[in-house]
């Protein structure tokens, strides 16, 4: 082989090619920040078109315009019109603005846009995420962990995780190495806040992992033996996710919470609940601030990076990933005077004309609908089946003209009943 990467590639793709065949069928998308990691995963994936003809990756970056980068933007900017015939994402956000309105850190408001960019793309192409994360990588986040008491799941950051696929984890730290060497010869742009003290990661980074390696540390086998027992997730499996099979939300009934008495004994059960979902292990700052609020009997909503937790008083308390489809905008079809409407995986039907009238809106402040001879409020409905409040814009209403005459509950939740029961067109 010509290349010397292409040994490297071909001994990765043969550790591959078996427990992660899904990559033969599905176009990944590359969060590529332009830094050597993600250039050896665009490296990687070019190297399996050319040689065993899978689909091209649509590459995606993020420009944080935390300092002046116009030129830097438009190298990358260049170089991702001339990959995937230039059916690529490129993304610019003020994150320093941002991360003030939000009260976040510069890293978190970075890594929560790029998420949230990345899963709208991924879920339009029906496509897996990639991701550069190496075992130094995990080392470095198992570290922040412990240290910020982010709790003891030492299986976080595996290769596959239903959603993000990493690569690079299959590497000793020998082959890194050497992708690192062999791809001096060609553009990386290290963003320099890398280097800065003022971030945590880079402190783990530049002061205990050199430390580590000194006193012999092999970042590869510590990654291997914490992650040994991870089943991986197989053709079936992948398909059924990006065919939207996983639930858009998970409840955790009333008379469970009521029962928890220990954040230790809460973080169990929510672990449980995220992983039904495909999501992380909850981390220990969440754990605690809704344990606080569950002792307290009050409603919430508390948001982390990845979901959306919202419980009322007397309800369950509901676990809503920010990819869910229920932050979609239903469907609306009318077709021989029939009315179908689409939403959050389900679908309502009735033979209703927009001759008529007949029409789907929203909640407005002060909406009240037709029930038993009088009016009732359409909030105090959402509050009463226990909705959570950033759900409650997306509920479809059928309207007859003005008037609001059967809101769609069943659409949220088939355990729910339309409203009213007794609805006469």
């Not at 590459?59 to 315009?65: D, G």
């Not at 595996?158 to 020998?174: C, E, H, N, Q, S």
């Amino acid at each position: 082989m010509d290349n010397p990467l292409d040994q490297i590639f071909f001994n990765l793709w043969n550790r591959i090619n078996s427990p992660f065949s899904f990559i033969k069928n599905f176009q990944a998308i590359l969060s590529f920040s332009g830094g050597k990691d993600s250039r050896i995963v665009l490296e990687f994936y070019n190297y399996l078109h050319r040689n065993y003809k899978l689909p091209k990756p649509i590459v995606f970056h993020l420009a944080h315009n935390i300092r002046e980068t116009s030129q830097e933007k438009l190298e990358i900017q260049n170089l991702l019109l001339t990959l995937n015939d230039g059916k690529n994402y490129f993304r610019s956000k003020n994150i320093p603005k941002l991360s003030k309105r939000i009260k976040k850190s510069l890293e978190e408001t970075g890594r929560i846009v790029r998420k949230n960019e990345l899963n709208k793309i991924a879920k339009s192409h029906k496509a897996y995420l990639v991701t550069g994360h190496h075992a130094k990588d995990y080392i470095e986040t198992l570290l922040i962990n412990l240290i910020r008491d982010g709790g003891t799941n030492f299986t976080t950051m595996p290769t596959w995780d239903g959603k993000i696929f990493r690569p690079l984890t299959l590497l000793t730290d020998a082959e890194l190495n050497d992708c690192y060497k062999y791809i001096s010869n060609v553009q990386i742009w290290e963003d320099e806040t890398n280097q800065s003290d003022l971030f945590f990661r880079n402190r783990i980074r530049k002061n205990i992992l050199p430390l580590l390696e000194k006193e012999g540390i092999k970042f590869d086998r510590v990654y291997k033996n914490l992650h040994d027992d991870i089943e991986h997730l197989n053709f079936q499996e992948i398909h059924s996710l990006i065919k939207e099979d996983t639930p858009s939300f998970i409840s955790i009934a009333h008379s469970t919470c009521s029962i928890i008495h220990s954040s230790s004994l809460w973080k169990k059960t929510l672990d449980l609940h995220l992983r039904l979902i495909s999501l992380s292990p909850a981390r220990g700052s969440t754990v605690r601030e809704t344990f606080k609020f569950l002792q307290e009997k009050k409603s919430f909503e508390y948001r982390t990076k990845e979901f959306l937790l919202s419980k009322q008083t007397l309800g369950p308390a509901i676990i809503i990933p920010f990819n869910s489809s229920c932050y979609d905008a239903p469907k609306i079809d009318f077709s021989e005077s029939k009315l179908q409407v689409s939403w959050n995986q389900q679908v309502w039907s009735e033979n209703l004309s927009q001759e008529d009238g007949y029409h789907i809106g929203f909640i407005q402040d002060g909406l009240r609908i037709a029930h038993n001879k009088s009016k009732k409020e359409v909030s105090e409905i959402f509050r009463e089946n226990t909705i959570p409040k950033s759900i409650r814009k997306y509920i479809p209403i059928v309207f007859k003209k003005k008037d609001a005459i059967l809101i769609l509950l069943s659409l949220w939740s088939p355990e729910l009943q339309n409203f009213p029961k007794d609805w006469n067109k």
